[in-house]
């Protein structure tokens, strides 16, 4: 799974967002980044942003699921 974590962009933040693809991950990032940090970070929406929190993403391994 591919995660993002908003400390990555140098925020004091502990917030981790997850997605199955990284198009999941970034916009959950995008997500959270407008309704938390609405203030300090600017038009998210555009391509190149987009692009840059996409290069933040990390492959972690998918051993959380309970249960299992
Ligand atoms: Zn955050």
Redesign the pocket.
Known sequence: MKVIY?RSFG?D???KMKGRTIEDAVNAAIN??VS??GQVLKDLQTPEKREEIASKAVDEPDDLRPNV
């Open positions: 908003c925020l933040c502990n917030a959270h980044g938390m940090h």
